[in-house]
């Protein structure tokens, strides 16, 4: 864990090491986050409609889940009506 110490104008330098690692150079926008107590700094991303291209794809297609439940529907109300 690193500290670091608020200056009086309220600024704190990100440690060297952090930047690097979250990619954080001059310019770059971060959000402040506060929940439970703690205040998180957060990276923004430069782009952030490109950031999240292809989240989902990995996972299941809630489109082809819902045709299916409704297949299933439309037969047993089919099958009531008989």
Do not use: C, N
Request: no cysteine; net charge positive; proline share 7%.
């Amino acid at each position: 864990m690193t500290t670091a110490k608020m200056s009086s104008k309220g600024w704190v330098v990100i440690p060297k090491l952090l930047r690097d690692e979250y990619g954080l150079k001059p310019g770059s926008r971060v959000k402040f986050v506060a929940y439970g107590g703690v205040l998180a700094v957060v990276p923004q991303p430069d782009d952030p409609v490109g950031a999240l291209h292809g989240m989902l794809e990995a996972g299941p297609s809630l489109t082809e889940k819902l045709l299916a439940e409704r297949a299933r529907d439309k037969t047993k109300e089919e099958a009531a009506l008989e």
